[in-house]
């Protein structure tokens, strides 16, 4: 995973110009792309269903360890 990690990295820091370029200057801030490709190619490296689905293991990754924290931090 960590080698497939790397190429990601490289690849979208090279295309992150171009994704800058496609940004509205007013409006809303929108999701980065590049965050968008990430969370597109976990789903599939680990055979998520659905994006709900993802959005909410994500979810449950960065939750838990928040409350663990503040539980006995």
């Known amino acids: 995973m960590r080698p497939i990690r790397a190429m990601v990295d490289e690849i979208l820091k090279q295309l992150s110009p171009q994704f800058n370029k496609m940004y509205a200057k007013v409006g809303r801030p929108s999701i980065p792309p590049e965050q968008l490709l990430r969370a597109q190619l976990l789903q599939m490296l680990y055979s998520v269903r659905s994006?709900?689905?993802?959005?909410?293991?994500?979810g449950l990754q960065?939750?838990?360890?928040?409350?663990?924290?503040?539980k006995y931090g």
């Open 62 to 70: 960065h939750f838990v360890p928040l409350v663990r924290e503040a």
């Open 51 to 58: 994006e709900r689905l993802l959005m909410e293991e994500i």
